[in-house]
Each structure stands twice: as C-alpha cells, then as structure tokens.
C-alpha cells in the first residue's frame, strides 16, 4: 500500500483514548532489544496517560497517522520545554510500519515547530535502536551533548530515570528548525 493512502493530521479530541492502545502495541518492537534499551517489562508498558494526551490535543500538539481504511495507526506527541518543542512521542503500529509514516509523522511536527517560529525540536531516544538514535539521525537531528543540555532537558531527563528508564542508555537529540 502506498504512503499516500495515508493521512497524516492533528488528532481530534474522541482520539484521544485510542492512542494508548497504539503506543502499547507499537512498543512491542522493543521487547526484541531489552537489553539495548534497558526495559523491563514493567516499564515497557508504561504509556502516555490519556489525559496527558488530552492536554497535549488541545493545545493541537498530537498528530496522528490514520490508515485508508480509518484506523489510527501512529500518532506524534510535542511538549513544550520552555521555548524549544520537544517531540515526546512517536509511534507506529508495527503492521503499519516501513511505509515511511514515522517519517511523515516526523517531517510534519518539524514543519509545524518551523512555522510557529521555535528554532529547534529535541527528542529523548535509545542510542543504539535501529529505528531510535540512528532513524532521527539520518532526518537531521544530532545528539546534544550532556553538558550543553537546558536546565528543562535536566529535568526532563530526570523525570526519565525516575520512571525507571536507563537514562545512560538514551541520548537527547536536536534538530534546528532555522539557520543560527
């Protein structure tokens, strides 16, 4: 099937709940890697709340990815870390996969970021996933060095160790939305 037949657009407010369950079937990918993302089971699971989600729509930053047949396949989530956006989730299903929606789903938030004037998008990732660090890194994003990070991508990753994720496995990535 080709990219095309897929729409990629801001998520309406009765999405909202579907897209747990999308977040939690498209982590199935990582229960291969454990060992390179440092999950367990417990925090493989842990998904983005509904009403985190929902805060997260009305400010028109979820994007989802919607198949021809209408099914929510994938959807993006930014967060704003002071003035810089930071894209906090992307998922797509795995039967959905290698058909380039991360891409679109990606390509549209760096848009979006572009046009409401931020300079640039951070993400957190897995450094040594395939589809993680190396994916972003062949879309422009680079990784941010530690000493370099703002004090809100501190807290961030922070809040990451905390949840129980191997910060030490994870990089924060950026890509600049404008020239310097």
């Not at 699971?45 to 989802?64: F, G, K, P």
């Not at 990815?65 to 299903?93: C, K, N, Q, R, T």
């Not at 993680?132 to 922070?158: C, M, T, W």
Request: aromatic share 8%.
């Amino acid at each position: 099937m080709a990219n095309d037949d897929y729409v990629i657009r801001l998520a309406e407010p009765g999405e909202v709940s579907l897209l747990p369950v999308v977040e939690r079937r498209a982590v199935v990918l990582f229960e291969s890697c454990l060992a390179e993302t440092g999950l367990t089971p417990e925090t493989l699971y842990d998904v983005t709340s509904v009403e985190e989600l929902a805060e997260a729509q009305l400010r028109r930053h979820v994007w989802v990815a919607v198949s021809p047949g209408g099914e929510l396949v994938g959807f993006a989530m930014v967060l704003e870390l002071g003035s810089i956006a930071h894209l906090d989730e992307l998922d797509v299903l795995p039967e959905h996969g290698r058909r380039g929606l991360g891409s679109r789903l990606l390509g549209t938030v760096c848009a979006w970021a572009r046009d409401a004037g931020y300079s640039k998008v951070t993400l957190t990732t897995f450094r040594d996933v395939a589809w993680n660090a190396p994916f972003y890194q062949r879309h422009g994003f680079h990784i941010v060095d530690p000493k370099a990070l703002s004090e809100e991508h501190v807290q961030l990753v922070r809040s990451e160790a905390a949840r129980g994720l191997r910060t030490d496995l994870r990089v924060v990535m950026e890509y600049r939305t404008m020239g310097e």
